[in-house]
C-alpha cells in the first residue's frame, strides 16, 4: 500500500466519522424535540386535569343542603 492509498483511506475514514457524527446530532435534536413534546403534553394533561377538579370542586349537587356549609369550609 502506497503513502497516498492510505491517505485517502483516512480520509474515506474521516468523512465516514463526520457522517457518523452528523446523525448523531440530528439524533440529539429529535430526541431533545421529541422530550419537549412529552413534556409539553404533560403539562397540557395536567391542566386539563386540574381544571376538571376545580369544575368538580365548583359543580352544584341536586339535593345538597348548602346552608350547612360556612365559607371556612369553601362551600364543601
Given at each position: 500500500?502506497?503513502?497516498?492509498?492510505?491517505?485517502?483511506?483516512?480520509?474515506?475514514?474521516?468523512?465516514?466519522?463526520?457522517?457518523?457524527?452528523?446523525?448523531?446530532?440530528?439524533?440529539?435534536?429529535?430526541?431533545l424535540d421529541t422530550e419537549t413534546r412529552?413534556?409539553?403534553?404533560?403539562?397540557?394533561?395536567?391542566?386539563?386535569?386540574?381544571?376538571?377538579?376545580?369544575?368538580?370542586?365548583?359543580?352544584?349537587?341536586?339535593?345538597?343542603?348548602?346552608?350547612?356549609?360556612?365559607?371556612?369550609?369553601?362551600?364543601?
Amino acid at each position: 500500500m502506497t503513502e497516498q492509498e492510505i491517505l485517502d483511506e483516512l480520509s474515506e475514514a474521516d468523512k465516514e466519522l463526520q457522517d457518523a457524527r452528523n446523525l448523531l446530532a440530528a439524533a440529539k435534536r429529535r430526541l431533545l424535540d421529541t422530550e419537549t413534546r412529552v413534556i409539553d403534553a404533560k403539562l397540557h394533561r395536567e391542566k386539563i386535569a386540574e381544571s376538571l377538579r376545580v369544575f368538580r370542586a365548583q359543580k352544584v349537587i341536586p339535593g345538597e343542603d348548602y346552608a350547612l356549609y360556612d365559607d371556612e369550609d369553601s362551600g364543601r
